[in-house]
């Protein structure tokens, strides 16, 4: 044995891999609504809608608080129910370039400031039309939703995490070895 030799050594290999997988195809997949932002989307589609129908079938609905009440319902409805059907169908997954996270996260955090707004100045207006203190509590929930899912979104941006597809990352693998004696 050599003097200068130490008596044992060490190998350390550390592999690290993270890939994002795509499937570039347009499919129908009712899972997707079964998923979180899913469900949150779903949710925020009745509420738009029931909101809608509170303020329409009451007598101020021509009112300018109802007016906006609606604009701020029929748009989220509109663009909630388009975004949801791209992503049961999988279109998000194909056009994977767009900043799909960006661009929810932004809707989200403005529709939840609206709703503040509009189911605020509905509230006010509902000891005179009942229907407006329901349109009130369906937008304070749909406010809520649109809160949690721009949470949701922001969190997806920071940690890089693609709006659709499969996200496999492995863990780090380290291995030691030694001399036998």
């Known amino acids: 044995m050599d003097p200068e030799f130490p008596g044992q050594h060490t190998t350390t ?3 690290t891999t993270s890939t994002t997988t795509h499937q570039g195809a347009i ?20 509420m738009n809608l029931l909101g809608f129908i509170c303020i329409t079938c009451s007598i101020y609905s021509s009112h300018g608080r109802g007016g906006w009440f609606n604009f701020v319902a029929m748009s989220g409805f509109w663009f909630t129910g388009i975004l949801l059907a791209l992503y049961v169908f999988h279109v998000v997954d194909k056009f994977q370039r767009i900043p799909w996270n960006k661009i929810e996260f932004i809707f989200c955090a403005l529709w939840t400031a609206f709703y503040l707004l509009a189911a605020s100045l509905a509230a006010d207006l509902a000891k005179h039309a009942e229907a407006f203190g329901v349109a009130a509590f369906f937008g304070f929930c749909a406010m809520v939703a649109y809160g949690y899912d721009a949470y949701l979104k ?28």
């Open 13 to 15: 290999t550390t592999v």
């Open 27 to 46: 499919r129908y997949d009712p899972s997707y609504i079964k998923t979180r932002p899913g469900l949150l989307k779903v949710i925020q589609v009745c």
């Open 154 to 181: 922001f969190v997806a941006i920071k940690h890089g995490t693609p709006a659709q597809g499969n996200y496999d990352s492995s863990k780090q693998v380290s291995t030691v070895t030694s001399p036998a004696y």
